[in-house]
């Protein structure tokens, strides 16, 4: 059986191996120092948990479910030229990643044998070339973000800012399809019906053109009659995975599986960069999803810390209770259960 911690060692480089579980198996001197974290700080922790590497533009590229993990499930290499990586000591510095995903005959399914290893070092002028992703990445929680290739668009740096106001109404009903008289309302209300249309139709050239330019599939954005919809199989959503890691975690908790539940609840909380397209806090068009999805958070929240006081763990809930309270200060039921954690506390 092949060992993780030979594997690494035998590199010059930072490096870490991964299990099927995407957690760290093994971990490097070379990685001590230039993160700052010991192997037993890291070892059993999600990788994305220790990275918490963001893209130049602000996205996250390590995020649960990331498009670095699926790499690693269908066993293809990857390279990232620049990203930040967080250190122990919080500051992020800049990095290349590259991983080498182990064959099969050298691997297992057991949860400590590595089935990929991922190498970084200090950003070079001159990175390497690198692998696309297979799909391009929406983050909407806080600032908005779309990713490809492991490169952030800049969208905010469109010609035409009703482009990126049509790619977020189009994200936020996704899968439905959207007549165009009611984007055109909601684009250009001062405008008559023809006017509108005409347009629509060159705005929704300009997106197409904006994401063909960067590596996007022309049936992102469908057309269906006289409406538009994006397709949500062609396009990862952070908010679709944040929905089904809360549905995830709730199954596990009500099985008293409250470890298990902490874990999705985690990572749904690592996704929730603020609220859902907070740019566009003033748009009535996102204020329901907004709403729902930030209730759908403090709800989580709640969860968590009921699962940290069923494990005993009340420091931790009473600091999910102050995190919640941070967000909704005048949430009763947060400052009830802090009291009580804080009571068994002492």
Request: glycine share 6%; with cysteine; net charge negative.
């Amino acid at each position: 059986m092949v060992r993780a911690n030979d594997l690494v060692n035998f590199v010059s480089d930072a490096a870490f191996a991964v299990g099927a579980t995407h957690n760290i198996v093994s971990w490097n001197a070379g990685a001590q120092l230039l993160l700052g974290y010991s192997s037993d700080e890291v070892i059993g922790q999600p990788c994305h948990d220790v990275l918490q590497a963001v893209l130049p533009s602000g996205e996250p590229l390590c995020t649960p479910n990331c498009e670095v993990g699926h790499c690693f499930d269908l066993g293809q290499p990857l390279a990232v030229p620049l990203c930040y990586a967080r250190c122990k000591n919080c500051q992020s510095i800049p990095v290349s990643l590259s991983s080498l995903v182990m064959p099969p005959e050298l691997s297992c399914n057991t949860p400590d044998n590595p089935v990929a290893m991922v190498f970084f070092r200090p950003y070079q002028e001159k990175p390497n070339r690198f692998i696309q992703f297979h799909s391009p990445r929406i983050f909407t929680f806080g600032h908005f973000g779309l990713v490809v290739g492991g490169c952030g668009l800049a969208v905010e740096k469109w010609k035409r800012k009703q482009a990126l106001t049509l790619l977020k109404y189009l994200v936020t009903y996704r899968d439905h399809a959207v007549p165009r008289e009611r984007l055109v309302e909601c684009l250009w209300p001062e405008v008559d019906e023809r006017r509108g249309w005409e347009r629509l139709k060159v705005t929704i050239y300009y997106l197409r053109s904006q994401l063909r330019a960067a590596g996007i599939q022309d049936d992102v954005v469908e057309t269906s009659g006289r409406s538009y919809l994006v397709r949500s199989d062609r396009v990862w959503i952070d908010t679709d995975t944040f929905e089904t890691l809360i549905s995830e975690g709730a199954m596990l908790q009500s099985r008293h599986k409250w470890d298990e539940a902490l874990n999705c609840y985690k990572q749904a909380k690592h996704l929730y960069r603020g609220d859902y397209l907070e740019e566009d806090i003033y748009e009535d068009w996102c204020a329901e999803e907004r709403e729902r999805l930030r209730e759908l958070y403090l709800d989580m929240l709640g969860d968590m810390a009921q699962c940290y006081g069923d494990l005993g763990r009340c420091r931790d809930a009473a600091r999910i209770c102050r995190t919640a309270l941070v967000c909704e200060p005048c949430r009763e039921a947060f400052h009830r259960a802090l009291m009580t954690y804080l009571n068994r506390l002492g």
